[in-house]
């Protein structure tokens, strides 16, 4: 089975600007989560989603949004890049969305914001 | 206080040693409790995961659960220099079934042969 791919690997970005980010699961898992890391704040939730629906969120602000598509891809967007927003973000798929699930991490996207 | 804190390290045990990392967690009502690894500049494997209190074991590795002093352990068994890495703690913070995980920032081991 293929892992779990996020493209692009890499983004520069300018501050005020958007992005968008992909995350396509392993295939047959439904759930998906974000995650941003950073060295200093470490591995921070951001949102998971299960059958399109969104079923936790973190404690960003609204410029961080999510949605999950029929066939399970997953997308994240930031809007207005600030400096802070300078992360590795990482996309996380499971078959379902209980605890005891394991969580198959996908290789990230190093956003840095200029 | 943090919700889950590990000692930043770096860990630096010789080849063949016994590496311990700790965990602690600030929520009494949490049920799941997993250890990930990360080499650098990749991204977290899951390692163990421990739901009851006592002592689990996989190969070199023991999970250690205490729910009464909420610490949660790793004992590594002949380290190897391909242990090497950074260990996350992560706890799910929902007294069901459903996922919360909060992390840890990691703590950082360097085997030294």
């Known amino acids: 089975k293929a892992g779990v791919t996020q493209t692009p690997r890499y983004l520069i970005k300018t501050r005020g600007q958007q992005v968008t980010l992909s995350c396509s699961p392993i295939?047959?898992?439904?759930?998906v989560s974000w995650y941003q890391q950073t060295p200093g704040q470490g591995l921070q939730f951001l949102f998971e989603?299960?059958?399109?629906?969104?079923?936790n969120k973190g404690n960003f602000p609204g410029r961080f949004s999510g949605r999950q598509f029929s066939n399970s891809r997953s997308e994240m967007n930031v809007s207005t890049l600030e400096l802070g927003d300078s992360a590795l973000y990482l996309c996380?798929?499971?078959?379902?969305?209980?605890?005891?699930?394991?969580?198959?991490f996908g290789s990230g996207t190093q956003l840095s914001v200029l | 206080q943090k919700e889950v804190e590990q000692n930043s390290g770096p860990l630096s045990v010789p080849e063949g040693a016994i590496a311990s990392l700790n965990c602690t967690y600030s929520?009494?009502?949490?049920?799941?409790f997993f250890w990930y690894r990360q080499y650098s500049g990749k991204s977290p494997e899951l390692i163990m995961s421990?739901?009851s209190n006592g002592d689990k074991e996989d190969g070199r590795f023991t999970a250690q659960l205490n729910k009464a002093s909420q610490y949660v352990s790793l004992l590594i068994r002949d380290s190897q220099p391909s242990d090497s890495a950074t260990y996350l703690c992560?706890?799910?913070?929902?007294?069901?079934?459903?996922?919360?995980?909060?992390w840890g920032l990691g703590t950082s081991l360097a085997v030294n042969p």
């Open positions: 996380a798929s499971s078959f379902g969305d209980r605890a005891n699930e394991k969580l198959f």
């Open positions: 295939s047959g898992h439904r759930s």
């Open positions: 989603y299960f059958s399109e629906t969104q079923r």
């Open positions: 929520d009494r009502v949490s049920q799941s």
């Open positions: 421990i739901y």
């Open positions: 992560a706890v799910n913070l929902n007294a069901g079934n459903n996922r919360k995980l909060i």
